[in-house]
Each structure stands twice: as C-alpha cells, then as structure tokens.
C-alpha cells in the first residue's frame, strides 16, 4: 500500500474533517480504493460507502436549496440540485479537503495520478460523507458539505445559466452523454435557420432551431427540459 502511515494518516484527516471518528475503521474503509484490495473479498473498498453517501449528499443539498430559495418551486429546484450533486462539484470538494492525499491507492495507482484522477476524488468524497453520517450523523455530514460546498454554494447563486449549462447538469447528475446534431439548416446566407436536435443516452432527442447554432441548441436544450418537468 502506497501512502502515509495509517494511524498518522487518519488522525491528520480527522483534524481536517474537525470530527473524531468513534470507528475509525469506517474512514479508512471510506479512503481505501479498489486498487489495495487485490481481490479479497474480506478488504472492502470504499465503493459501498459511496452508495451511501450520494443519497446523503442529495438529502443535505435538497434540504439547503429548499431553505435558501423558498420562493423557487420544484421544477426550479431541480436544476440547482443536479448543478451541485454531481461529479465535478464532488471532485472539487475533495481537492478542497485534500482528500486525494490521504487515499489508500496501490503504488502503480498512484504513479498513474490516482491522487488526483476526478472519478477517484468524487468517489473518495462521496464516501467520507457516508463516513461521516454512519459514525457522527447528520449533523457531522451536513458540517462536512456546508464547509467543502460552501463556493459552490455561492457560484450557482451568482451565476446566470441558460438552458444548455441545465441540461449539462442535469445529464452529468445522470451521468448520461450528451450531444448536439446539426439536422438542417435553410433560409438565405443573411438570415439562416438552423435545426439542431439535442441527443442524451437513453432519451428520445428534441429539436430547436434559431438564427444560429448556439440560438438552436439553447432551444433544444429548452424543448429536451421542458419535456421533462425542468422548467427553464
């Protein structure tokens, strides 16, 4: 096992997470990367724990975005949901708790930039989170979200975002690809139409057009949400 010495290693993390852990077999459990286990079933890695730890961290932002914008309805809630439970935001706060340093990876892992590889940190920070909420509860899981969220938290107030930044979240939350087709385009050179067809795995695809790509695409995104409940 590559990385610093177990004891060491956790107290240090449990200074950073400002929680003590009353079974520090969980954090190190939720720490521990497929990579270390070499097939032993009786080594678990971290990935049941990140099951957990999704629904923890729904529930959390879910019960912050109902307090903070209670004059949004649901379809205007859900976009912010997914633009702060997905992959990204979840690397981000891990590279911000430095959760990458204190992994369990395998040396050949770790020469491949397992530490800082974004499908390992959100993983890693999905399962501090269940962690978190297994030994302290809610309210140690809701400390570790409202510290490590907190600038994302802010950006999504601030930021204006058009319908195709929601149907990227909303697909990345899924984790489903998403694409933009180019299906016709008529009119004259000074005023064209353009049809653009928005694609997502699993979906039946939509259409918009408008005086230029970027116009048409933003329809689609518009009619693809739409179709779904999300309003835009």
Not at 57 to 82: C, S, T
């Amino acid at each position: 096992m590559s990385g610093p010495k177990r004891d060491e290693s956790l107290a240090a993390l449990e200074v950073v997470l400002a929680h003590r852990f009353k079974d520090p077999a969980l954090l190190r459990e939720a720490l521990t990367h497929g990579s270390t286990t070499d097939g032993d079933k009786r080594k678990r890695s971290y990935e049941r724990l990140e099951f957990v730890g999704d629904r923890v961290l729904g529930l959390i932002i879910a019960e912050h975005l109902y307090a903070a914008h209670a004059d949004e309805e649901e379809g205007e809630l859900a976009p912010r949901l997914n633009a702060l439970v997905n992959r990204h935001a979840c690397a981000r706060a891990a590279r911000r708790a430095g959760l990458g340093e204190f992994a369990y990876l395998s040396a050949s892992e770790v020469a491949q930039g397992g530490r800082n590889k974004e499908a390992i940190l959100a993983d890693l920070c999905e399962a501090v989170i269940a962690a978190l909420y297994l030994d302290g509860g809610y309210v140690a899981a809701h400390a570790f979200v409202s510290r490590f969220w907190a600038e994302e938290f802010a950006q999504a107030d601030a930021s204006p975002r058009d319908a195709k930044t929601v149907l990227q979240e909303w697909t990345a939350s899924k984790r489903r690809g998403l694409s933009y087709s180019l299906i016709e385009q008529t009119g004259p050179e000074h005023a064209p139409v353009f049809v653009i067809e928005a694609q997502v795995d699993g979906f039946p695809a939509s259409r918009g057009e408008g005086g230029s790509k970027r116009e048409a695409q933003r329809a689609a995104a518009t009619a693809f949400l739409k179709a779904r409940g999300v309003d835009v």
